[in-house]
Nanobody, 120 residues
Framework: QVQLVESGGGLVQPGGPLRLSCTAS????????MGWYRQAPGRERELVAS???????NVADSLKGRFAISRDNAKNTLYLQINTLEPEDTAVYYC??????????????WGQGTLVTVSS
């Protein structure tokens, strides 16, 4: 089965950039949609950004301009670029992938998450 592994989190300074990576054990082109979610302390998990197999991108309205999602097919890797980090960005960031297997269902995978702590 395909596995997703996130990396790139850690303690970072406000205002700086950060790139998170999600590496899949199979071609990322095999998924219909991949995305990043995050869950801040005491808050519900929320969608950050997603990208479909044809390259269509969606970023949460409140994060547009600071967050960008991209995919490197050759490296089987999904990226999340975060610019101008804010303390409110502190959260566990999760990689997600969905593959539609039939009209009746889909397969959804989650990574284990990587913690991003934005603090000075």
């Amino acid at each position: 089965q395909v596995q997703l592994v996130e990396s790139g989190g850690g303690l970072v300074q406000p205002g700086g950039p950060l790139r998170l990576s999600c590496t899949a054990s199979r071609s990322v082109r095999s998924f219909d949609r991949m995305g990043w979610y995050r869950q801040a302390p005491g808050r519900e998990r929320e969608l950050v950004a997603s990208i479909t197999s044809d390259g269509s991108v969606n970023v949460a309205d409140s994060l547009k301009g600071r967050f960008a999602i991209s995919r490197d097919n050759a490296k089987n890797t999904l990226y999340l670029q975060i610019n101008t980090l804010e303390p409110e960005d502190t959260a566990v960031y999760y990689c997600n992938a969905v593959k539609q297997v039939s009209i009746e269902g889909s397969v959804e995978l989650w990574g284990q998450g990587t913690l991003v702590t934005v603090s000075s």
